[in-house]
């Protein structure tokens, strides 16, 4: 592989991650975490969601939901290299709660919306630049996007001051023509960004769209530590890294920390790659039925949950 | 996608999977993989290895490693539109337990080398053509393959009689763009063959390489149930089955089969990805010492594993 000094690797095991388990990960995981991804050459570390409690009501979520300035410098110490990242959605962060960049162990600041809200999500974005940070802004469920509205929300991002555009594959349902395709049109309406990739792991072509993102001109490439991230997980750091030739990157702090604290998380929660999110990925829709069915008793009735997500009538009163 | 009427999907699920458990299936489990996959749309299913016992030594393993023409008959029955393949490996297979084809529910005789041999798997595979059979040449570890003997064995396969050469990757090891130089250096050398592939998933890319190589021409498709393959697996067929939109095509008996037959059976044996399956992915290595580790209580020493591989002096004499 040729040399790729601009490629950033996020690691959102903590944000992403933290869907499946309700962010409680201990103050010492997390800092656990960040030493080794430290050590293995990651840009950046995504500690969690920097929304209002007050915008956004969820029952028993651990504080890495709920970013809070004193608890990140009491997790990360002194820093390294490695720079902080939080995601904030519209319509749940509370602005006020925003401290100048300066006052901050963030550095990047990510908006993510879906298409409809990407005015909202400049605006936000803009105030967070003005305040210092690095800024980007995440189109969600782009898979779902229709042609021309992507199009004039790419021309209006263009014309921010937002340095970072994302293409997201919210529902792990884009196979590589569709990320090639989307990573070239984002580059072409926005010459002047960098452009990032965050995938999920319906189809188990997390990586490979990653890796493809990235040879098209991708620079921000999102993973997660062994995939952990929502339903069927992300593209796992172990192997970003691990394929990456640069003489920054080390996998070994990422295969020692999956060893002493993922293994046995995962005996706890689950995540990664099971039939219903194939399903849902299969089908291009959101893993939620997925993640319920996962839930209850029902969990490995795949045929009946195909069925019920592509009956008309179902289909129709399910939309 | 455009149609795609001359893909072949070829589920080697009994074959490759049998390489984890030892071709522990019973009839009644072949013969209900077999009905799925005729009502699937899948072209074959590879029933086992054809190889001679006596010529290679097995300890208990199921009689899907050595097929036998009234097992074969017994288990299948009435044939469907699903044809049935077997695979030989060089040295392994005594000609003389091959009837002609008129005598058997065979159809494609697959035979595997590594490309030192590739000119007595030709032999053998002309030997079969002469008996009636499809046949193909399935190269191994491609991606230990030196250029000019790659290039050298593809012009002695384009002037024999053999119908289909795969690309095989045998270690999980390869990324797209390798993949698709592989199957446009195929086609070049071979413009009047079929080309197939043959994935492992130790870099979650098995599905992934499959269809960048369907896009580039391949057209024999390779791919197992649940994945079950060796070590880290096969590019999954209800991912493949599930994605091709022609009519012929129907995910859901391989959805139904695998909640009845392969989630009970993945709580007792293990196959897919795991990290030390990664490790040797990324290594471009057997997966051999992998699946060693993963049989004994080190097998989540992931640092340790990686260590010992990587270590210059341990991988001379790991050599």
């Known amino acids: 592989m040729n040399p790729q000094p601009n490629i950033q690797v996020l690691d959102c095991t903590i944000r992403d991650g933290g869907l499946v388990n309700q962010w409680d990960f201990s103050v010492d995981f997390v800092r656990d975490l960040y030493q080794a991804l430290s050590a293995a050459g990651a840009a950046y570390m995504e500690i969690g969601y920097k ?21 990140i410098r009491e997790t990360i110490g002194q820093k390294t290299a ?13 602005e006020r709660d925003i401290v100048p960049r300066e006052e901050s162990l963030i550095d990047l600041i990510r908006v993510a919306c879906y298409i409809k809200d990407v005015d909202k999500a400049i605006d936000l974005a803009t105030k967070f630049h003005r305040m210092g940070y690095e800024t980007s802004v995440n189109i969600m469920a782009v898979s779902h996007a229709r042609d021309h509205d992507l199009n004039a929300a790419l021309q209006r991002l263009a014309d921010s001051p937002v ?20 990573v070239e049109r ?28 990235m040879e098209r001109g991708a620079t921000f490439l999102d993973s997660s530590v062994f995939g952990m991230g929502r339903a069927a997980g992300n593209c796992p750091t172990e192997l970003l890294i691990g394929y990456l030739k640069e003489a920054r990157y080390d996998v070994r702090p990422i295969l020692d920390i999956i060893e002493r604290r993922f ?14 999110y194939a399903i849902t990925g299969l089908l291009d829709e959101h893993p939620r039925v997925a993640i319920a ?27």
């Open 293 to 319: 069915l996962r839930m209850s008793a029902d969990k490995d009735k795949y045929l009946e949950f195909y069925e019920r997500l592509t009956t008309v009538e179902t289909h129709a009163a399910h939309l």
């Open 51 to 71: 929304n209002s409690p007050k915008l956004h009501k969820l029952d028993k979520a651990g504080p890495w939901a709920f970013l809070d300035e004193n608890l």
């Open 82 to 94: 490695t720079k902080i990242s939080a995601l904030v959605d519209i319509g749940r962060v509370d």
């Open 263 to 276: 293994i046995p998380m995962r005996e706890k929660v689950e995540w990664g790659y099971t039939i219903p």
């Open 163 to 182: 340095d970072i555009v994302y293409v997201v594959d919210s529902f792990g349902s884009l196979v590589p023509r569709d990320i090639e395709g989307l």
């Open 186 to 213: 984002f580059q072409r309406y926005l010459p002047n960004k960098m452009i990032g990739i965050h995938t999920h792991n319906n189809l188990q072509m997390a990586f490979a769209n990653t890796l493809l993102a």
